[in-house]
């Protein structure tokens, strides 16, 4: 199986790291991921599979920085939030651009409960790609 390594931007949502680190415990072994504060702290050196984020502007500042090293950017894991899910939210902007929005609750929600298989389909998109 392969070994897949990742980063997550930490810029719109300080929460989406600890998030991370608590639905990764099961997955561990078949992924690593760093934190970076802005899609421009990104070292696009580092052969990453995957990036998570949580807002449609970070994707395009992810986009951005990419085409500055002219390099396209990994496979997008976009964090969509309870309270986004019922909106229409449109990749059209990004269309070479491999985005995959996966659905998880807000922890600003009272009765908050998460998905537990977010690595574990971030895993599956990333071994079917």
Same mark, same amino acid.
């Given at each position: ?6 980063? !997550? ?6 929460? !989406? ?33 995957? !990036? ?14 990419? &085409?500055?090293?002219? &390099? ?6 976009? !964090? ?28 600003? &929600? ?20």
């Amino acid at each position: 199986m392969e070994h897949y390594k990742g980063v !997550i931007v930490n810029k719109d949502n300080e929460d !989406i790291f600890a998030i991370a680190e608590l639905l990764a415990v099961r997955v561990r072994n078949r992924l690593t991921y760093d934190a970076v504060p802005t899609p421009a702290n990104i070292d696009t050196r580092i052969p990453y599979h995957f !990036i998570i984020l949580a807002s449609l502007r970070t994707i395009k500042e992810v986009v951005q920085h990419y &085409q500055r090293a002219n &390099q396209k950017p990994p496979l997008i894991i976009h !964090i969509v939030y309870g309270e986004q899910q019922n909106q229409l939210i449109s990749y059209k902007d990004f269309p070479d651009i491999d985005i995959a929005p996966i659905v998880q609750a807000s922890l600003d &929600q009272q009765d908050t409960t998460l998905q537990l298989d977010l690595f574990e389909r971030v895993l599956k998109i990333l071994d079917d790609l």
